[in-house]
């Protein structure tokens, strides 16, 4: 996954005036030797390290960058050495080409303790809600996954999660989370993401950060809170992901991730693997969405939840689909099929309640579809259209793969009706994805614009979502 971003030329590192640079924290400075030295516009920086231009270009006017895990993503992107991650501040990491689940204790990235993990997501909430342009500016990048990922499969889980503080922390706040979280999911399945995306950031930063900050909790009691918050965590991140803010939707699941390890929860750590790799391969990071599906696979076994290790499965198959890997996508998809055949669901954790035979269908569909096998795509989707009413957005999105099946099998009119409909339902969301969907059917059927049903279709999609470009 970690590639070599940038050209910087031997030696680099142990130049003077870049070791004063990062000794000093001064990220503007350093950006400009990179760009003298090593070729790198202010777009390439930015590209690597995940932040926009404009952003990268307000540091080198001398903006401060004091975020940790801002550095930690500079120094992930740039490639430094361990020496100069120290200078800067940060624990020592080796880097790693993919992911390794199974590295010896000596090889662990950037370990850090629950307490670092939870300061870090209580300033990303912080961030979100007072509307920080380095968060708003941030962009994804694949590499981003590494740290986060490497660190889940060695850093330790063993300190106990437990604070003397002054608010007497119980089970009752702990169900109050999961009752919000709850909540939160119902009006993102029926409403989209941007529903309630920045109530749900307002929630965290208001009411759970006091908890973890402030608590007295045991160590059982440390342990359930952070669990409960890093689903409420997750849930943040993939809201984030429905209204196409992909930066911060990859901080919310790296921090959601790092809460499910100090919380030693492996089910809802193979769940967060998995969204990761779901928005990797959307946003068309194949190898990347491989590589998180196949951790996420090895974490759902290892928590002995048969179910998560189909859906896992279902993500490898569809970054395998999308890179266009035919023999990979269809083994994986024969190993979801048998492996959610023997699955005993009776203890599915609450969150996994999504994952049934409707939205296994929903993912064959966008697998055959990729792959340009329109009817076996055909039949999977339709079936997905069996579904709990109550997921909308679902719908919506199953509606326009089906219409786009139906495009490029060379049926314009019926496309067109079917993508009213899927219309019809994207009207009611707040989600850039559903959008994204309707906007791809309508360049699908641009050609056959003449035809009245189409070219109603298309003004009909201009009319509803042209507010939304």
Avoid at 76 to 96: K, Y
Avoid at 114 to 138: F, I, P, Y
Avoid at 210 to 218: C, Q, T
């Amino acid at each position: 996954m970690l590639l070599d971003h940038l050209r910087i030329p031997d030696g680099f590192w142990a130049r003077e005036d870049v070791r004063t640079a990062v000794r000093d924290r001064d990220i503007g400075t350093l950006f400009r030797l990179l760009g003298r030295h090593a070729g790198a516009s202010q777009t390439r920086i930015g590209a690597v390290v995940g932040l926009e231009q404009g952003y990268v270009s307000r540091v080198i006017a001398g903006r401060k960058v004091t975020s940790i895990d801002v550095l930690e993503r500079i120094a992930d992107g740039c490639g430094m050495p361990d020496e100069t991650r120290m200078s800067l501040g940060l624990a020592p990491r080796h880097q790693a080409r993919h992911l390794t689940p199974g590295s010896p204790p000596g090889d662990m990235p950037n370990s850090r303790s629950w307490r670092e993990d939870v300061r870090a997501a209580t300033q990303l909430w912080e961030g979100d809600v007072n509307r920080r342009d380095m968060l708003r500016q941030s962009v994804f990048s694949s590499a981003g996954y590494t740290l986060p990922a490497l660190r889940w499969f060695t850093a330790p889980t063993t300190q106990p999660v437990t604070q003397q503080g002054r608010r007497s922390v119980g089970q009752p706040d702990i169900d109050t989370i999961r009752e919000m979280t709850s909540t939160y999911r119902r009006l993102d399945n029926q409403h989209g993401g941007g529903h309630a995306r920045e109530t749900l950031a307002r929630y965290l930063n208001h009411e759970v950060t006091p908890l973890l900050i402030e608590g007295r909790y045991d160590p059982a009691t440390g342990r359930k809170l952070l669990a409960a918050v890093a689903e409420l965590t997750q849930l943040a991140g993939w809201q984030a992901y429905d209204t196409a803010e992909h930066g911060l939707a990859q901080r919310y699941l790296t921090h959601a991730l790092d809460l499910a390890r100090a919380a030693d929860d492996a089910g809802l750590g193979a769940e967060i693997l998995a969204a990761m790799s779901h928005q990797a391969t959307y946003l068309g990071h194949n190898a990347s969405g491989v590589d998180l599906a196949r951790a996420a696979r090895q974490t759902a076994q290892r928590a002995g939840l048969a179910v998560l290790t189909a859906e896992a499965l279902v993500m490898e198959a569809h970054a395998h689909a999308a890179a266009r890997d035919e023999r990979a996508c269809t083994t994986a998809l024969h190993q979801a099929e048998q492996t959610l055949d023997r699955a005993d669901r009776s203890n599915d954790p609450q969150w996994l309640g999504y994952f049934d035979e409707a939205y296994l269908s929903a993912k064959f569909g966008h697998c055959f579809h990729a792959l340009g096998h329109y009817q076996q795509a055909e039949r999977f989707t339709v079936r997905s259209l069996r579904m709990d009413e109550r997921y909308i957005r679902g719908k919506a999105f199953n509606l326009a793969l089906l219409a786009s099946i139906h495009a490029h099998c060379g049926e314009p009119d019926r496309a067109s009706a079917i993508g009213a409909r899927a219309l019809t339902l994207t009207s009611q969301l707040r989600s850039a994805r559903a959008a994204r969907y309707l906007r791809d059917l309508q360049t699908e059927l641009t050609a056959h614009r003449r035809r009245p049903a189409v070219r109603h279709f298309i003004n009909r999609v201009d009319a509803t979502l042209g507010q939304r470009r």
